[in-house]
């Protein structure tokens, strides 16, 4: 299928209604609502929580109604950010690492930018990670250590560094995974250099503002979250080695556990929820919850438990009140967060990344088939699953749901489905 060109289930009256009337408003300059944007890494807030609703409950058989495909994007496994009237996406054209923008309504493509050099291995070629928005402006970080702060109009460059030249890390077996990630001022990732494991970056011109020297842990695959825990601001990553937790003011290093981490590949993004935060990885380890308390301007980190019974290698857990949901391993699970009890196992559609909206979880299992499914402890219940097509490798990138509809990223292709309740 060439770029933008629709198969025949595509073409229907309806279906080009829609995309002239949101054309229309694109064109008019109105964008959808703020609150529908997805504009980073995992969503708003980085948990893997959508804010939409009036969304389909059930899916037909083939699935809902496909809106747009666009191809050529280049390869890789990151997946989307949404802002206004643009999406985002990184990926492997020739040899090099690039960012580009299309229009929300239709998928055609508005920009593109090199970035840097590109990078390939066994598991596949292209950027792992996805750009962040924040404001007028798009942060990129690449494969290959390049972080490029662009404007996101026209995706001219602002600044550029790179992060493992210039604070001595180096580049991990499987390539840079991580999203950078904004926080008011600051722009913060984990180069993964001797002293020099975290660092901030001041966003609006790349210089440094400060760099955790009591932590030389090489990068993991995981990317960043920030919280308020009892007035202190706190950043908390799973790196090669270790959970750690970094006070987002000055860089220092407020604990660091090893118990979650394994010695191959620590993926899982951590959780945030009410002054705990729980770490997780696979390849036979598991997941540990910590319980924080501010003391005297520093957070103190105590592990409540660790369990097996969550060993999630890169698809993200999501919390839900008091549930924790995600693939151990190969089966999807749900565990009671406070106790770490495990509620119930389903196979679902097979091993993958959640995502949820509106009271379901949209799960992309990475032998590409896309489900659906009730969020509930009670158990598993399923309510729909159609097939997508096999690019030639595993489909990794994390589903987005934003203003309705479902995007899935795979490879060098971004699809685009209409999952609004009628």
């Known amino acids: 299928?060439?770029?933008?060109?629709?198969?025949?289930?595509?073409?229907?009256?309806?279906?080009?209604?829609?995309?002239?009337?949101?054309?229309?408003?694109?064109?008019?300059?109105?964008?959808?609502?703020?609150?529908?944007?997805?504009?980073?890494?995992?969503?708003?807030?980085?948990?893997?929580?959508?804010?939409?609703?009036?969304?389909?409950?059930?899916?037909?058989?083939?699935?809902?109604?496909?809106?747009?495909?666009?191809?050529?994007?280049?390869?890789?496994?990151?997946?989307?950010?949404?802002?206004?009237?643009?999406?985002?996406?990184?990926?492997?054209?020739?040899?090099?690492?690039?960012?580009?923008?299309?229009?929300?309504?239709?998928?055609?493509?508005?920009?593109?930018?090199?970035?840097?050099?590109?990078?390939?291995?066994?598991?596949?070629?292209?950027?792992?990670?996805?750009?962040?928005v924040d404001g007028d402006r798009l942060f990129v970080l690449t494969e290959s250590g390049d972080l490029a702060a662009l404007r996101a109009q026209d995706g001219g460059v602002v600044w550029q560094r790179n992060v493992l030249r210039d604070f001595r890390g180096q580049n991990i077996s499987w390539l840079i995974s991580e999203s950078p990630l904004v926080d008011g001022e600051k722009v913060i990732v984990t180069p993964g250099g001797r002293n020099a494991g975290m660092v901030a970056l001041e966003k609006t011109t790349g210089k440094t503002i400060w760099v955790t020297k009591e932590l030389s842990d090489e990068a993991g695959y995981s990317s960043p979250i920030v919280a308020d825990v009892q007035g202190v601001r706190t950043v908390m990553t799973l790196t090669s080695s270790a959970g750690v937790g970094v006070r987002a003011s000055d860089g220092k290093l407020m604990w660091r556990n090893r118990s979650p981490a394994n010695g191959t590949a620590n993926a899982t993004t951590p959780v945030f929820s009410n002054n705990t935060v729980f770490y997780t990885s696979s390849y036979g380890t598991g997941g540990a919850l910590m319980s924080l308390m501010a003391q005297n301007g520093e957070v103190r980190a105590q592990e409540v438990y660790f369990t097996r019974d969550m060993q999630n290698h890169h698809g993200g857990v999501i919390v839900i009140g008091t549930t924790l949901y995600g693939f151990h391993n190969s089966i999807m699970a749900a565990l009671d967060l406070p106790t770490g009890k495990s509620l119930w196992r389903n196979r679902s559609v097979g091993k993958g990344a959640i995502t949820y909206a509106d009271g379901l979880f949209y799960i992309l299992s990475e032998d590409h088939v896309m489900g659906l499914a009730e969020a509930t402890p009670a158990g598993y219940r399923e309510r729909g699953r159609f097939p997508i097509t096999d690019q030639g490798w595993p489909s990794w990138a994390h589903p987005v749901v934003s203003g309705g509809r479902l995007y899935i990223r795979n490879q060098g292709t971004l699809l685009a489905y209409d999952v609004r309740a009628r």
């Open 1 to 132: 299928m060439s770029s933008h060109e629709s198969n025949s289930f595509f073409r229907t009256p309806w279906t080009f209604a829609v995309a002239i009337v949101l054309g229309a408003a694109t064109l008019a300059g109105q964008a959808p609502p703020a609150s529908t944007d997805w504009p980073q890494w995992r969503g708003p807030d980085r948990s893997g929580i959508s804010r939409e609703t009036g969304l389909l409950k059930q899916w037909p058989p083939s699935g809902p109604v496909a809106l747009w495909s666009a191809a050529g994007l280049g390869n890789g496994y990151g997946s989307i950010a949404v802002k206004g009237t643009q999406l985002f996406v990184q990926g492997l054209k020739g040899r090099d690492s690039v960012v580009t923008s299309l229009g929300r309504a239709d998928g055609k493509p508005l920009w593109t930018r090199v970035i840097g050099a590109g990078g390939d291995n066994d598991r596949g070629p292209g950027p792992r990670s996805t750009p962040t």
